[in-house]
Each structure stands twice: as C-alpha cells, then as structure tokens.
C-alpha cells in the first residue's frame, strides 16, 4: 500500500514538476524581505491590562492606548499595500539616522522610547497625585552614531557607565563635562555591551562651537514608588506615544476621582520630561482605530496632529469626541470638566 502511494506521489511529481517548481519560487519571491514596513489602521488597547496601582481604585470608563498595527513588508505585503486603502508603506530608512544601521538600532531606539516613557509617565503621574516617589537609577544608552562624520567606538546599544571615571545624571551634567576638554582630546569611557563591561577611547570633536563626541545619547529613569506600580508591555509594544495615556492611567489608579467619569477615552501622545505632550506619527490611522472600537473621546495632542486629527473625523463622519491636550496638567483639568 505505502508504495502505490509513493509511486503515486513520484508520478504527480514528475508529470507537475514544472508547477511545483513555479510554485515553490513564486512563494520565494512573495516572501523575499522588503526594506518597509506596512503601516494599516489599528485600534485601542486598555491601559489598566498593562498598568496596575497597589491598592488601585476602580474606574468606571477606561483610559485607551491608541495604537497602529505594522508589519515587516514582503513582496506579497508591498504588493496589496498598492490595493487595500487602509494600507500605507513607509521606508525602514525613515527610521535611520545613518546608512549603516540596522533594523536591531531602530528596535533599540523603540523599546528605549518606551522605557523612558514609562518613567516620565510614572514621575509626572506621582508628582501629580502627590504620592511619593524618587529617583532610584538613571542610565545612559547611545542610541547614535555618526561614522562618517566622527569617529568612534562607541555603537547604539551601549550603556555608558563612566566618562574619565566620572558618573553623569542628566544629558546638561554630561555636556557641561565634555565643554571643559579640548578639542581632539580622548576621553576614556566606561561601557556596558552585551552584558560585558569595557573600557575605550573616545576623542572630542567641535560642532557650531560646542564640543561633542559626535553621538547621540538617551537616559532612563527608574524610580521607587509608594504605592508600588508595576507596567507591563508586550514585547511588541515600543516607542513613545502611549506616554500620555499611561499617565494618566496611573494617575487615576492613584486619586479618589474618577477622570473617565465612564468614557471610554482613547489617546495619544509622548510624555516630554517638562509634562508636555508631544507630536506622534500615523494619527489619521489612531483615529480610525479608536472610532471602530467605540471609543466616545480621543485626546490629542495640539499643533499639526490636533489640525490632522480634526480634519480626518470631519472627511469620515467619525463619531468621536475630539480634544487637544498641550500638558498633562491641560488634559487632567479638561478630563474633570468633563459631564
């Protein structure tokens, strides 16, 4: 029986070869990797699955992160981009500062955005709520390099530990140190890469008369907390723009008032170390996808995102309540003069 079977399966084979191979290679090529990604309409996703206070209040309504769901193009996906209306392509090298990075720079450059927006979003929420907090770490990441501009052992992914044995806290006690050498003058740094610790040299360049290592550099913060706070993204989840939701998230778990006073309100925006709330990428996509899911209000923040977000719910009748937050004061006062 097994041999009729295999001689079966051998006698397709040879009378379709010319199919299977056609097959076989349309399917490679379908696949072959694409430097884009595939940017399509997303939705919103419940801050309170991935935030939780010790000891939290319940809320009536919900704070909703708005997101955009992206894929890694293939020939395949390229393809339809140019069919489904929803579909927009968008250059990897958009996303590079140079030629030599890669795809793992940029992915670096996200999850490190979300680190730090987690931080800035725990900071200003406490802050806010009056509940205690401090600082308990603060680390320095390259997240870019110039190599044909300034030469540099450096690489993105790097924790700089020390600088002349010299511990530095914010981004001004770094540069204030770099405008005492002189330029041409090595620096002796202290890193962490790939869990191993090393020691190298660095020289110090000028730039519109200020002097610089010709990198780029990045902190974040931890901080203890009381009550305790634990966020949790998934791995997919990166960058910056749920900053805005997720502290106001934490914010509400903290304080006796409900600001959702039973909404469900969706939003997006960056967290900025000063409280402000900064410009996002794909906010006509944000939009769509916090109206197909009911969402009754979308904050936003203002400048050309606000203008884009207001033109687009008037174009497709969206029903959707619309409002511009600058600060995280701005949208907490806006949210309690909500009825």
């Avoid at 910056?240 to 006073?261: A, C, F, H, V």
């Avoid at 916090?290 to 009748?317: T, V």
Wanted: contains cysteine; glycine residues 8%; hydrophobic residues 35%.
């Amino acid at each position: 029986m097994f041999k009729k079977i295999k001689d079966n399966i051998l006698l397709t084979i040879k009378e379709e070869y010319k199919f299977i191979i056609f097959m076989i290679l349309l399917l490679i090529v379908l696949n072959y990797p694409l430097n884009y990604y595939i940017v399509m309409g997303g939705g919103i996703s419940d801050a309170s699955s991935r935030i939780e206070v010790e000891s939290k209040k319940e809320s009536k309504g919900s704070f909703n992160i708005s997101y955009v769901s992206q894929l890694d193009a293939n020939v395949l996906f390229y393809g339809l981009s140019y069919i489904v209306p929803t579909w927009e392509r968008e250059d990897a090298n958009l996303y590079k500062y140079t030629e030599e990075e890669n795809l793992e720079d940029i992915q670096f450059r996200s999850d490190l955005d979300l680190e730090t927006a987690n931080g800035t979003a725990t900071y200003w929420a406490y802050t806010l709520a009056k509940k205690p907090i401090q600082e308990t770490s603060s680390k320095l990441y390259v997240i870019i390099t110039y190599p044909d501009e300034y030469e540099t052992e450096l690489k993105v992914g790097d924790e700089i530990k020390t600088i002349d044995g010299n511990t530095y806290h914010t981004i001004s006690e770094y540069s204030n140190y770099i405008q005492t050498k002189e330029v041409g003058e090595s620096v002796e740094i202290v890193i962490e890469r790939k869990k191993k610790e090393k020691t190298i040299s660095s020289p110090v360049y000028e730039l519109k008369n200020k002097k610089i290592l010709g990198i780029g550099l990045q902190y974040v913060k931890t901080y203890e907390t009381d009550p305790a706070v634990k966020i949790q993204f998934n791995k997919k989840e990166s960058g910056p723009s749920g900053g805005l939701i997720t502290t106001l998230e934490i914010y509400n778990q903290l304080t006796k008032k409900d600001l959702t006073n039973g909404y469900t309100i969706a939003g997006t925006g960056t967290i900025e170390e000063d409280g402000s709330i900064g410009q996002i990428g794909g906010i006509e996509h944000k939009v769509l996808g916090a109206a197909s899911a009911k969402a009754d209000i979308f904050l936003c923040p203002g400048g050309d995102n606000y203008q884009d977000a207001k033109k687009y719910i008037q174009e497709k009748n969206l029903k959707i309540k619309l409002i511009k937050v600058e600060t995280i004061q701005d949208a907490i006062q806006k949210l309690e003069g909500l009825e």
